[in-house]
């Protein structure tokens, strides 16, 4: 077996398993999930784990989420190919390029420039074309390139910053873990036509927290 066509194998043992825990459900979303190949996401030393159930440290004491997580995250988000997306929390690179296989354009911000540099590389090896990732603190989004369609935050915020409301195009949509340093909730906010933002709960999640001036202080 050569090496691409065991991670191959890997990678649709992966999505099979997501599929039964019901994690997925979206066809394009299990399409990407079987074509992004997340093992160039992760060190060397930590390939043959990339598939596996598990975070992964990453550098800068951060992670890759899980399958289930990123599955769960993308499902919620509801990405059409004509959206506009935000990502806040690029780490690794592997949920942006899950959205860049999904979305018409998408904008992620790192607050760790070494994180950023990496998961740009990544997407030029990989031909991702329509991503553009930079490095600052993105909890107050990225207002030049407003408004979005979609605004996906990877990391846990206290409350919902308050300028990322505003980023939103009308019949917006984000997804945000919400919370204590430690545990959060996912929330689902949708921006009616109207201009009314409509909060659902989506169940528990436990990300890193989001550093910065709409988040939690560093440490
Ligand atoms: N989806 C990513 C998740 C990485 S963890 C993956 O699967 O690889 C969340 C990331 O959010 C970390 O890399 C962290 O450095 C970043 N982050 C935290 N606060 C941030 C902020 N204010 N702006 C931009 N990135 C932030």
Same mark, same amino acid.
């Given at each position: ?50 598939? $596996? ?5 990453? $550098?800068? $004491? ?15 988000? =509801? ?45 030029? =090896? ?94």
């Amino acid at each position: 077996m050569t090496d691409d066509s065991r991670q191959r194998d890997r990678r649709e043992r992966m999505v099979a398993s997501l599929l039964r825990n019901g994690a997925v459900r979206d066809p394009r979303v299990v399409a990407a999930l079987g074509k992004v190949p997340r093992h160039r996401f992760v060190a060397p030393n930590l390939i043959r784990d990339a598939y $596996g159930r598990h975070a992964l440290p990453i $550098g800068e $004491g951060q992670t890759i989420s899980q399958p289930s997580v990123v599955a769960r995250m993308t499902e919620l988000l =509801e990405v059409r190919d004509t959206d506009v997306v935000l990502e806040i929390g690029t780490g690794s690179g592997y949920q942006t390029a899950i959205l860049a296989e999904l979305a018409r354009r998408v904008y992620s911000l790192e607050r760790f420039p070494s994180l950023a540099r990496r998961a740009i590389a990544r997407m030029r =090896e990989l031909n991702v074309l329509n991503v553009k990732i930079q490095d600052f603190d993105g909890s107050g989004g990225w207002p030049e390139m407003a408004p979005f369609d979609r605004v996906l935050v990877t990391a846990g915020a206290p409350a919902l910053p308050a300028p990322l409301a505003t980023q939103l195009a009308p019949g917006g949509r984000m997804v945000i873990p919400e919370g204590s340093r430690e545990e959060q909730s996912l929330a689902v906010y949708e921006l009616d036509a109207g201009g009314n933002l409509r909060r659902t709960d989506a169940g528990p999640a436990a990300f890193v927290p989001l550093v910065g001036d709409y988040g939690w202080e560093s440490g």
